[in-house]
């Protein structure tokens, strides 16, 4: 079993910059990667960025965010992090962790986001 707290969410202007944090606990080392997914009011959960591989050193992240968005993993906090920069309304949602392995997948229960002035 994995534990993931979501945090760092709240209500930021458009052009601002926030940063989440995904504490992990648990069995997080059977692992093999660690994403962030989002989900705005009427559409389905969408993937934004992650870190892959057992050493969590492979970022990758969706071509619509690419650019502004960066995950990164802190192995002695067990934290994922999604750095986002240059914000606009379009971001605004619920942000979730997500923890997978090839034979499970665990979610946060997410933190919000809203980009608005």
């Known amino acids: 079993q994995v534990q993931l707290v979501e945090s760092g969410g709240g209500l930021v202007r458009p052009g601002g910059t926030l940063r989440l944090s995904c504490v992990a606990s648990?069995?997080?080392?059977?692992?093999?990667?660690m994403y962030w997914y989002r989900q705005a009011p009427g559409q389905q959960r969408a993937f934004v960025a992650g870190v892959h591989g057992r050493t969590r050193s492979n970022q990758l992240s969706h071509d619509s965010v690419k650019g502004r968005v960066t995950a990164s993993w802190d192995p002695a906090k067990g934290t994922v992090y999604l750095l986002m920069t240059d914000l606009n309304p379009a971001d605004t949602a619920v942000y979730f962790c997500?923890?997978?392995?090839?034979?499970?997948?665990?979610w946060g229960q997410g933190t919000q986001v809203t980009v608005s002035s």
């Open positions: 997500n923890a997978r392995s090839t034979t499970d997948s665990f």
């Open positions: 648990g069995s997080i080392w059977d692992m093999d990667s």
